[in-house]
């Protein structure tokens, strides 16, 4: 049973910096694409960032330069260093997985699995 459990989030003044983590386990890490997705009170949910098999990251034109993701084989874990942080940050941030390379990294329904989340909430 695949699953995925984040955390590192919390309550940070602009211009912070947090580092999120997802820990995976049940299913062959290494060959998922992985996403980073946020969602704020009221608001869809976004992509974020999104890293292949390969390694390829993808983020979305809010968060570049800001954001990182990465993950680490080994430890079956999923990263995203996020730099820099803006009250528009403040949401929701959930890890996704799946097996079949999406046509659209940013979007949600391409991925399968979905850990709970882990809250980011920023001061100004």
């Known amino acids: 049973q695949a699953q995925l459990v984040e955390s590192g989030g919390g309550s940070v003044q602009a211009g912070g910096s947090l580092r999120l983590s997802c820990a995976a386990s049940?299913?062959?890490?290494?060959?998922?694409?992985m996403g980073w997705f946020r969602q704020a009170p009221g608001e869809e949910r976004e992509g974020v960032a999104a890293?292949?098999?390969?390694?390829?990251?993808t983020y979305a034109d809010s968060v570049k330069g800001r954001f990182t993701i990465s993950q680490d084989n080994a430890k079956n874990t999923l990263y995203l260093q996020v730099n820099s942080l803006k009250p528009g940050d403040a949401a929701m941030y959930y890890c996704?997985?799946?097996?079949?390379?999406?046509?659209?990294?940013?979007?949600?329904?391409?991925?399968?699995?979905w850990g709970q989340g882990t809250q980011v909430t920023v001061s100004s």
């Open positions: 996704a997985a799946d097996f079949i390379p999406p046509a659209r990294p940013m979007a949600p329904y391409e991925y399968r699995y």
């Open positions: 049940g299913f062959t890490f290494s060959s998922y694409c």
């Open positions: 890293i292949d098999s390969d390694g390829r990251s």
